[in-house]
């Protein structure tokens, strides 16, 4: 489509907002009692607006908004051109950090991070302009609805000083079961993953077998986060060698994680140790890994995970999908990504469950999982439109709650002071 006057940028708006979250532990220590997003909407010069959602820390906010700058007046359907242009104002930030995963990725591109949410959002509106679904813009929906996993976490009842949420405590295998069975109540997943890196290594292993022993039937996974050395990981696969769908994480980096994989049985994915495309050639060449965790939030868009599936069915690879804690924008990109992929191979991550159903930036509630998946839209562009009374709700919350960059370490710190977040730990 040639460039003309009604697809031109004219406004982008970056608004910050909070929304509650649980307690969540993790091997750098534990969720703060809100989670930070920016929420970007792009005008178009004929009204039209789009969507995208992204991290919320302080240091990405500012190449968001160097982002913004440059792209007031690019054709909305000139995707190319406009990462150019923000690449190219991205050159002389050398800011390091601040984008909302804590100190568990940090290496994954800046370009990759900062752009993705606009290019999500330039989707949203040519799907608008011509009546089509995201998902038909990445090459047509292979599917028409797709699998989650529930994702368990070890927790404590409730954030220190507030009364226990509806979850409950989870610090031992007998809570984590009854976790999980309130999960796959509530919303029927036919996968379950534990965020581990917590506990000592056998004490989460034996979660898994307390897992597999009341749903026998239903894949398992656990993820570390690098919590684990080398000759851990090894033994700790031995030890769930039948009961493991993947194994995620388990050790840090990409050498680490080839030695496991020598000498594990299961499947190993990632979304710390290849988080980029430059990453990619080591660790085909050392046979890391066997699955990556696409996330198109720091895979530069809905786009170029298109272009990582491709990778990874090039090189024989699976994909999943990787979560942090979002909203319903966030929830709408990803359906459509994966709607539209057919080498999904395994049931994708999502953080959804954790989240207050009254907190979001959409109009009304359009999700509702059934047998633990859920539909991918089918109205133009992402299918989800904005809220403007709830986005200026949560962004009240964000001015007042204090917190304006994720540290899991530090809020650890507050109850137990000689914690550190070290990798790997056992």
Known sequence: ?????????????????????????????????????????????????????????????????????????????????AREAVDAELAADTTAGGHGMSGMITDSSTLDRVFSPFEVAMLDVQGKILGLPVSDLLGGRVRDRVDFSGYLFYKWAGHPGSPDDRWGEALTPDGIVRQAEKMVDEYGFSALKLKGGVFPPDDEAAAIEALAARFPDVPLRIDPNAAWTVDTSIRIAERLDSTLEYLEDPTPGIVGMAKVRAAANMPLATNMCVVAFAQLPEAVAAGSIDVILSDHHFWGGLRRSTMLAGVAETFGMSL???????????????????????????????????????????????????????????????????????????????????????????????????????????
């Open 1 to 81: 489509m040639t460039a003309q006057n009604s697809t031109r940028i004219v406004d982008i708006s970056l608004t910050p907002v909070a929304f509650a979250d649980p307690p969540l532990l993790n091997a750098v220590g534990v969720h703060e009692p809100f989670a930070i997003r920016t929420i970007i909407e792009i005008v178009t010069d004929s009204g039209l607006y789009g969507l995208g959602e992204t991290y919320g820390d302080e240091a990405h906010q500012k190449r968001l908004q160097l982002a913004a700058d440059a792209l007031i007046g690019t054709d909305i359907f000139d995707i190319n051109h």
């Open 320 to 426: 999943s999908m990787h979560s942090n804690s979002h909203l319903g924008i966030s929830l709408a990109a990803m359906l459509h990504l994966a709607g539209a992929t057919k080498n999904i191979d395994y049931a994708c991550d999502t953080h959804w469950p954790w989240k207050n159903p009254e907190d979001d930036v959409i109009v009304g509630d359009p999700f509702h999982f059934e047998g633990g998946s859920l539909k991918v839209p089918i109205r133009p562009g992402l299918g989800v439109e904005l809220d403007r009374e709830r986005l200026a709700t949560l962004h009240q919350r964000y001015l007042d709650c204090g917190i304006r960059n994720r540290d899991d370490t530090g809020y650890m710190q507050k109850f137990d002071p000689d914690y550190q977040a070290v990798a790997p730990r056992w």
